[in-house]
Nanobody, 113 residues
Framework: QVQLVESGGGLVQSGGSLRLSCVAS?????MSWFRQAPGKQRELVAT???????NYVDFVKGRFTISRSNAKNTLYLQMDSLLPEDTAVYYC??????????WGPGTQVTVSS
């Protein structure tokens, strides 16, 4: 089982930027970023395929950029123009991961208004 460790979260003002990282213990192919806000279900944010194709949910299009380093087994999420509603714990995982699957610890992102 691939272990995932997210990092890079923090407290930032509205309009600011953060870059999240996710280090995997093994090779990664298609990967996604998810987030879970307090009191809400975990939701998909962005996906990158093994070939590098990217896909974003509407509420982050134009603001977030997903990328990867195959050499480092690392997934990234560049988040710009952050909004208070982006406040959540961010996780990386395979796109097909379900609630009952393995999840890393996540990284907290807090955006103040």
């Amino acid at each position: 089982q691939v272990q995932l460790v997210e990092s890079g979260g923090g407290l930032v003002q509205s309009g600011g930027s953060l870059r999240l990282s996710c280090v995997a213990s093994g090779r990664i192919f298609s990967m996604s970023w998810f987030r879970q806000a307090p009191g809400k279900q975990r939701e998909l944010v962005a996906t990158i395929s093994g070939g590098g194709a990217t896909n974003y949910v509407d509420f982050v299009k134009g603001r977030f950029t997903i990328s990867r380093s195959n050499a480092k087994n690392t997934l990234y999420l560049q988040m710009d123009s952050l909004l208070p509603e982006d406040t959540a714990v961010y996780y990386c995982n395979f796109p097909w991961a379900t609630q009952s699957d393995y999840w890393g610890p996540g990284t907290q992102v807090t955006v103040s208004s």
